[in-house]
């Protein structure tokens, strides 16, 4: 069964500081990673998705890496801005299914 | 890209009773789906939403407990039933279009007392 860890749970920055959220899986047969965003009481939104043969995406201010064989990837957030203050999900397709599991997620508060 | 509407947004229901949340999507999706997200916790899938027919159910979930229908490509309801105080999540439609991009609602806040 596959695990998504995501570590710190919390994370709080002043502004204009680069953001760093880690995500891990333990089973490196994904198809592929997605990173989302859940603002407080709303759903969520889709940031980036990394394919399982890609090794980063950019949007943005947005940067998201994937080392599928170590089981890891990394979502950086560049000169981070109050309006970045939310919770990031990380989210793994297996190779098999089409269903995601999810990480617990990192909370972001980004101090004026 | 598509749009997911959820209904209610928020209810507080009485311990015992049922509530169906309604989802619908404004353009075609292949696949959809309902998470639970209980306090603190991430997004667990209930179930696949299966057009015309009964829905896949995940470990721990079961239709009696959480009947499910998707009469079209579109629209899909999920109930709960016979709430209790555990049942108080939020509940989370999701869709995937013939593109495979995921699309979530705005979920469903329920509260039981």
């Known amino acids: 069964k596959q695990e998504v860890t995501q570590i710190p749970a919390a994370l709080s920055v002043p502004e204009g500081e680069n953001l760093v959220l880690n995500c891990s899986f333990t089973?490196?047969?994904?198809?592929?990673l997605q990173w989302f965003r859940q603002d407080p009481g709303k759903g969520l939104t889709s940031l980036l998705l990394?394919?399982?043969?890609?090794r980063e995406q950019t949007s943005g201010r947005l940067n998201a890496s994937l080392d599928k064989s170590s089981g890891r990837s990394t979502l950086y957030i560049a000169a981070s801005q109050p309006g970045d203050s939310a919770t990031y999900l990380c989210?793994?397709?297996?190779?098999?299914?089409?269903?995601?599991?999810f990480g617990a997620g990192t909370t972001v508060t980004v101090r004026a | 890209s598509a749009v997911i509407s959820q209904k209610p947004s928020r209810d507080i229901c009485q311990r015992g009773t049922s509530l169906t949340i309604q989802c619908q999507v404004d353009?075609?999706?292949?696949?959809m789906f309902w998470y639970r997200q209980q306090p603190g916790q991430s997004l667990t899938l209930i179930a696949t939403?299966?057009?015309?027919?009964?829905?896949?159910?995940e470990s721990g979930f079961v239709i009696d407990k959480f009947p499910i229908s998707r009469p079209n490509l579109t629209f899909s309801t999920l109930t709960v039933s016979n709430m209790s105080p555990e049942d108080s999540s939020i509940y989370l439609c999701s869709a995937r279009d013939i593109g495979n991009t995921i699309y979530f609602g705005e979920g469903s806040w329920l509260t039981v007392v």
């Open positions: 089973d490196s047969a994904i198809y592929n």
């Open positions: 353009s075609q999706v292949t696949m």
């Open positions: 939403a299966n057009q015309g027919s009964e829905a896949t159910y």
């Open positions: 990394i394919q399982s043969s890609q």
């Open positions: 989210a793994v397709r297996p190779g098999n299914d089409y269903k995601l599991s």
